[in-house]
């Protein structure tokens, strides 16, 4: 395992005063599965949150960021964001407009702003992970922080992973 990096994101709470505490993982770059950094760290998976990328059908982009062992409800996030309809991001836009690649995608220092929502499950926790903007690091912080840095909204925008 190497070092722990400092990424942009890092650089961002160190900014905005927010402590942080980044872990690191080996990936396996054909399985990009948050579920995987829980296991790595012995972290509760509802702990380890995972950032998407919407476009909604009357708003554009906007964020979930959820619980690993969660799925985002689409209908859920749509509404809450002002949309009729959502669906996910194609993979091959990602990079153009966040500045993040999969598996490494932040709510932290995307290329813009774009409206965020984090599953309002954050509250339960004491500090969370979510990515630090590279495959296999991620951060531990306090939910305040992010969700301040981030301009986040909680909201309930998730479902069951086994839910249809």
Not at 95 to 107: D, F, K, M, Q, V
Not at 131 to 152: E, F, K, N, W
Request: charged residues 25%.
């Amino acid at each position: 395992m190497k070092p722990p990096t400092k990424t942009n994101v890092a650089r961002i709470l160190d900014k905005e005063k927010a402590p942080y505490e980044i872990k690191t993982y080996d990936f396996d770059p054909d399985d990009l599965n948050a579920l995987h950094a829980a296991e790595s760290f012995g972290l509760d998976p509802a702990r380890v949150f995972k950032t998407l990328v919407l476009r909604g059908d009357r708003n554009g982009l906007f964020v979930c960021v959820i619980p690993s062992c969660r799925n985002v409800d689409l209908k859920k996030a749509a509404k809450v964001s002002g949309n009729k309809s959502a669906e996910m991001l194609h993979v091959k836009e990602l990079l153009e407009n966040t500045g993040y690649i999969r598996g490494a995608c932040s709510p932290i220092g995307m290329k813009k702003h774009f409206p965020t929502f984090i599953d309002e499950s954050v509250n339960s926790w004491d500090s969370i992970t979510v990515s630090a903007g590279q495959r296999g690091v991620m951060l531990l912080v306090a939910p305040a922080d992010i969700i301040r840095i981030a301009r986040m909204t909680p909201a309930d925008i998730t479902k069951d992973n086994n839910d249809d």
